[in-house]
C-alpha cells in the first residue's frame, strides 16, 4: 500500500483518486475549497463535478496544503494548467523529501510555450523530484467511476519511475501502459484539445460525419507534424496518448472540449461559451499555444489557425471552414510526417 495525495478535487482528479483508494492505496484528495473537501470527506461525493457517483469509504479529503503534502509517498496533479505554477510553489513551501510526482493535466502554457512537466521542473527544487511521470490516454472521469474499461500510458523517461504509476493504478477495469517519450505523450494529451474544440464546432455547425471523420484525420496529422518537430516519437502519436485520446475526446458528449466546441458552432461568442460551461476548458488555452508553437517552428497547421481565428478574432466559423476546404491542392502525404 503507498500513500498518495491528488491535488485537485475535479472530476478527473477525483477519479483517479477513486481508482487508488479502489486499489487499496492510502489516497488524500486535496481540494483548494473547504466546502469541497468536507463534502468528500464527510458525504463521499463530489456532486459538482462527478454528479450521482459514491466515492469509496476510505477516499480521504482535505484543503490543508500541508497536511496533503505530509501525507504523500506519491503526488499526483491534477489540477488545470493555469493552476500548475501556483499548486507547485505551494506544495514546495512544505515539501522537504524527494518523491515521484505525476501529473495528470493536458496543455501547453501559452506564451512560454513549454510543456506541464517543464513548468513543473521551474517549480519544483530538484532535491524534491525523483522524477515527474505524465498519465495520459483516452479517459472520461465519468465512465472511470463506472467502472467501465480504461486504458492510458505512464510515460517517463526513467522506465522505473513509468512501472511505479503503472502499478499504483493498475487494476481489472483501469488498464496502464509504459511509454517513454514523454514529450509526444504530453503534446498529445494537450493538442487533441484543440481538434476536438473544431469537432464541436462542426458538429455545433450542423455538419455530419464526413467532417468530423476529417478534422480528427487532419487534426491527427498536424499534431504529428508538431510533435516530430519538437522531438517526439511519431508512434506516439499512433497510440493512446495520440490517436486514442484525439478520438474519444472529438466524438464524446463526455468531452468539454467537444461540448465548448458545440456551442461555439451555434453561434455563441467564446465569453458565452465559457460562461455557460462553468468548468476550465484547456482546448481554448492551447489553442493560442499551438498557434505560437506552429509559428515557432513553421509548422502547417492549418486547422489550429482557423480555430484561432474563431477564438480570438472573431472570425465566423462557418468562413474558416469554407477557407480550410478551399486552400490550395495537395498530396495528403506533403509534410504529413
Known amino acids: 500500500m503507498?500513500?498518495?495525495?491528488?491535488f485537485g478535487a475535479g472530476s478527473w482528479g477525483t477519479a483517479?483518486?477513486?481508482v487508488l483508494a479502489e486499489n487499496g492505496h492510502d489516497t488524500l484528495l486535496w481540494s483548494h475549497r473547504e466546502d469541497q473537501a468536507q463534502e468528500i470527506q464527510q458525504q463521499h461525493t463530489n456532486e459538482k463535478y462527478l454528479p450521482g457517483t459514491v466515492l469509496p469509504q476510505n477516499l480521504c479529503a482535505t484543503s490543508?496544503?500541508?497536511s496533503a503534502v505530509e501525507h504523500a509517498e506519491v503526488i499526483v496533479m491534477a489540477v488545470p494548467t493555469k493552476g500548475i505554477r501556483e499548486t507547485c510553489q505551494k506544495i514546495m513551501k512544505t515539501l522537504n523529501r524527494q518523491i515521484i510526482f505525476v501529473h495528470v493535466s493536458k496543455g501547453i502554457e501559452p506564451d512560454s510555450l513549454i510543456r506541464i512537466s517543464e513548468i513543473m521542473k521551474e517549480e519544483l527544487a530538484e532535491e524534491v523530484v525523483k522524477d515527474i511521470v505524465v498519465l495520459s490516454g483516452p479517459?472520461?472521469?465519468e465512465e472511470v467511476v463506472k467502472k467501465h474499461p480504461t486504458t492510458v500510458a505512464s510515460s517517463c523517461e526513467n522506465l522505473e519511475s513509468a512501472v511505479v504509476v503503472q502499478d499504483l493504478f493498475m487494476n481489472h477495469y483501469f488498464r496502464v501502459y509504459t511509454n517513454e517519450d514523454v514529450v509526444g505523450v504530453e503534446l498529445g494529451?494537450?493538442?487533441?484539445?484543440?481538434?476536438?474544440l473544431a469537432a464541436g464546432v462542426s458538429d455545433g455547425i450542423g455538419f455530419g460525419d464526413n467532417a468530423k471523420a476529417a478534422l480528427i484525420t487532419r487534426g491527427l496529422a498536424e499534431i504529428s507534424r508538431l510533435g516530430i518537430k519538437m522531438g517526439a516519437n511519431p508512434m506516439t502519436f499512433m497510440g493512446l496518448a495520440?490517436?486514442?485520446?484525439?478520438?474519444?475526446?472529438?466524438t464524446s458528449v463526455h468531452s468539454r472540449n467537444w461540448r465548448?466546441?458545440?456551442l461555439l458552432g451555434k453561434g455563441l461568442k467564446l465569453e458565452e461559451v465559457l460562461e455557460q460551461m462553468?468548468?476550465?476548458v484547456e482546448g481554448v488555452r492551447t489553442t493560442k499555444a499551438a498557434h505560437q508553437l506552429a509559428d515557432k517552428y513553421e509548422v502547417s497547421m492549418p486547422i489550429v489557425q482557423a480555430l484561432y481565428a474563431v477564438l480570438f478574432e472573431d472570425q465566423s466559423a462557418k468562413e474558416m471552414v469554407e477557407k480550410l476546404m478551399l486552400r490550395m491542392k495537395k498530396s495528403e502525404m506533403d509534410g504529413q510526417y
Not at 2 to 6: P, Q, R
Not at 242 to 250: A, P, R
Open 189 to 196: 494529451g494537450a493538442l487533441k484539445n484543440v481538434i476536438a
Open 16 to 18: 483517479l483518486a477513486t
Open 2 to 6: 503507498s500513500k498518495v495525495t491528488v
Open 260 to 262: 465548448a466546441g458545440n
Open 64 to 66: 490543508d496544503v500541508a
Open 139 to 141: 479517459s472520461h472521469a
Open 278 to 280: 462553468g468548468m476550465v
Open 242 to 250: 495520440g490517436m486514442g485520446d484525439l478520438i474519444v475526446t472529438c
